[in-house]
């Protein structure tokens, strides 16, 4: 029931690694945001760490429930050759999102019920900026293996700084 965008998708040859596209990733985690908000999921709060659980699991696509304290963040990072899409629950998050063109992050509020999409390349820090606690739902497919963090460098450019295996958490 989770998750019927992976048994109908159609692939597509020449597209990106997964046969679900962004506006699958995005419905699905409406639909299971909307899950959320009728407590068919329970959302732990922890004032000391991001608190995450993935709801599913299967070849195609995964999907998290996040749980953020006012002020935690992930940091700027990517998503390895996943694409990705999340939808606000509950509060409020802002995506700064770099904007390759630019040099430069783009800023985005968040509100409950809306969301984004991450395409190959995004690089992104979302963060609680507000005073209460947020929830939100990430979908990622293929699902996430790995992520490369970065930081904008003195001269303005974007430099990786780690990449990780996300053996037990997502961003
Ligand atoms: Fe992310």
Redesign the pocket.
């Known amino acids: 029931m989770l998750l019927h965008a992976s048994r109908t998708a159609r692939i597509r040859p020449g597209a990106a690694p997964t046969p679900l596209s962004l506006r699958d990733l995005s419905e699905l985690t409406r639909s299971v945001a909307e899950q959320v908000r009728t407590g068919a999921h329970e959302v732990v709060l922890d004032p000391h760490q991001r608190w995450y659980r993935r709801l599913h699991a299967d070849p195609f696509v995964d999907v998290w429930l996040i749980s953020w304290a006012t002020e935690q963040a ?1 940091e700027l ?3 390895a050759g996943s694409l ?1 899409a ?1 939808t606000v629950v509950s509060g409020e998050l802002q995506e700064h999102r770099w904007v390759p063109g630019e040099r430069a992050l783009r800023t985005r509020r968040l509100r409950g019920g809306r969301g984004a999409t ?1 395409a190959l390349g ?1 690089v ?3 963060v609680n900026s507000e005073p209460g606690h947020a929830v939100s739902v ?1 979908a990622y497919s293929p699902p996430l293996t790995a ?1 490369s963090y970065y930081a904008v460098d003195a001269a303005g450019d974007l430099r990786r700084t780690r990449t990780a295996l996300t053996t037990g958490g ?2």
Request: aromatic share 6%; glycine share 6%.
């Open positions: 992930t990072h990517d998503h990705g999340l991450f995004h992104h820090d979302v990430h992520m997502t961003a």
